[in-house]
């Protein structure tokens, strides 16, 4: 017998998203909403950072933690945003993104045979890693009740068994754009106290926040998602994976973070050497120089992901069979469209009929099919195209 790829190799699924996105690329003139990151290059500022970083030499190996100025910064940022006081050199692991942030953590958390409940419809890559760890994945879908997507926590009660040893979930989500309210963090952090397990937040998209404000009422200065590290003590089994992708339009640099109790965090600064060593070090420098200097451009594109929002909204507010509650943050929509049981193949025949490309809800797990994923992170004359034509293309079917 010959020699064979391992089964948790072949378990994990291909990622629905990458194989419509695939068909795009190999196509002129595609409106692309379906990958999640701004058409907007990152800003010259962190540009010359990583420049200058590398001229000073910042080409070496670092510590597999992060350096420690870069563990600092983001220890200000924790302070500065959510008024929570994180030990830079023992609670923050720098990485190389936030799904390696995912990785390494939930790595640190399960053992083959172990079960994970992850919140869906979610990015497909949580649910992937737990496959990969030879853990078993629990998928429970939000619900929609009152107008917007909500935890159903008689659902993940029932989910619990011996084996469970971690819940992770996405806020502000992608892709339904829900983000945790107080009392539905209070509820998430008081399960896991209880059941004694792991709580995993992917805070990735916390800066991108749109919360609705009495009229008149000036946001804060720094405006952002609350942390479940904010209700935590530093003792409670709580992780959080974040990254520089998404509000300092950074996605190809591949640097994030993870913030953890002690113990986890130093376990996953030693699996860092066995996985990536460390983020690269100019990177890193430019990283600091985003959280240093990046508040207003991070106030401009909120306001801009905001209006955007607004507009996508307006138009599928107008098209018949489209259900969409409101999001409360990241920057997705993800409307049910009535009639539509296979999402996959109602987006590639979208994407060949009107080159407008979107992610199929079927990506993203239990819950998601028969919605679709679009990203308005696009400049406006973008989605005024496509939305135009997506709007043509739902109606032509009814």
């Known amino acids: 017998m010959s020699a064979q790829v391992a089964q948790s190799a072949l378990n994990v699924p291909h990622s629905r998203i990458r194989e419509l996105a695939e068909i795009a690329m190999s196509m002129d003139g595609v409106y692309k909403l379906y990958f999640g990151e701004s058409n907007l290059p990152t800003p010259d500022y962190i540009k010359r950072a990583a420049q200058k970083a590398m001229a000073d030499g910042f080409t ?47 790595r640190c958390l399960l053992d083959p045979g172990d079960e994970a409940i992850v919140l869906t419809p979610a990015w497909p890559n949580g649910s992937a890693i737990v496959q990969m760890a030879n853990a078993v994945v629990k998928q429970i879908p939000h619900v ?96 959080v994976a974040q990254s520089f992708s998404k509000a300092y339009c950074m996605t190809g640099w591949r640097l994030g973070w993870l913030v953890a109790r002690k113990d986890v965090a130093a376990r996953a600064t030693q699996l860092n050497e066995f996985i990536i060593s460390h983020a690269p070090s100019f990177a890193q420098r430019a990283g600091e120089t985003a959280l240093l200097w990046g508040e207003a451009a991070v106030r401009e594109m909120v306001v801009r992901l905001r209006e955007n929002r607004d507009f996508c909204m307006s138009v599928l507010a107008k098209t018949k069979g489209v259900t969409l509650p409101k999001p409360e943050g ?13 999402s996959f193949a109602f987006c590639k025949q979208l994407l060949m009929e009107t080159n407008v490309g979107i992610a199929p809800g079927v990506a993203f797990g239990a819950g998601g099919e028969g919605s679709v994923r679009i990203c308005y992170a696009a400049e406006k004359s973008i989605l005024e195209q496509a939305m135009a034509r997506l709007k043509l293309f739902i109606e032509s079917r009814r």
Request: one cysteine or more; aromatic letters at 10%.
């Open 60 to 106: 070496f190996y670092t510590e597999n933690a992060g350096m420690p100025s870069t563990r600092k910064a983001l220890a200000r940022f924790y302070s500065e945003i959510h008024g929570v006081e994180i030990d830079p050199s023992t609670e923050i692991v720098v990485t190389c993104s936030g799904v390696q942030a995912l990785n390494v953590g939930i």
């Open 144 to 239: 929609l009740a009152g107008g917007r997507y909500t935890v159903d926590f008689d659902a993940i009660e029932a989910a619990v068994t011996p084996r469970t040893r971690m819940l992770l979930y996405t806020s502000p989500s992608n892709p339904l754009g829900w983000t945790a309210s107080s009392d539905e963090q209070d509820r998430l952090l008081d399960f896991a106290r209880r059941h004694g397990i792991w709580l995993m937040a992917d805070e990735v998209y916390e800066r991108l926040y749109y919360p609705d404000l009495p009229p008149k009422a000036k946001p804060p200065e720094k405006l952002t998602a609350p942390s479940i590290l904010k209700k935590a003590t530093r003792q409670d089994a709580v992780i």
């Open 330 to 342: 990241a920057f997705y929509l993800f409307p049910k469209i009535e009639g539509v049981t296979d």
